[in-house]
């Protein structure tokens, strides 16, 4: 999907919405669904298991949710959407001699 982002490919901006549509509903999930679990930290002891559960879905939100909502918004955008199709030479016409 990078290559063909840099290539300017129509079905990596395609694949890359569809990924950042993913990753949002994954990390809106785990906020709905685990909130105490995702930005509370207990006073008390836990075991290890929870404190690395709880550290992966804090390090996932982070990493997740900022890009997929910029992703969303920047490959939505009329003028990349016009960047990508331009470079696609299956929709330019074909000029004959």
């Given at each position: ?31 709905a ?7 509370v ?32 918004f920047?490959?939505?955008r ?20």
């Open positions: 999907m990078g290559v063909g982002l840099f290539q300017l490919k129509p079905w990596a901006r395609k694949a890359a919405l569809l990924w950042a549509a993913i990753a949002l509903t994954f990390s809106l999930s785990v906020i669904f685990r909130p105490y679990q995702t930005f930290i207990p006073e008390q002891f836990v075991s290890e298991a929870e404190s690395l559960k709880q550290l992966l879905a804090v390090a996932l939100l982070i990493f997740t949710f900022p890009i997929s909502v910029w992703w969303i920047y490959f939505t009329p003028s990349v959407k016009l960047q990508f199709q331009s470079a696609n030479p299956t929709s330019a016409p074909l000029e004959s001699n």
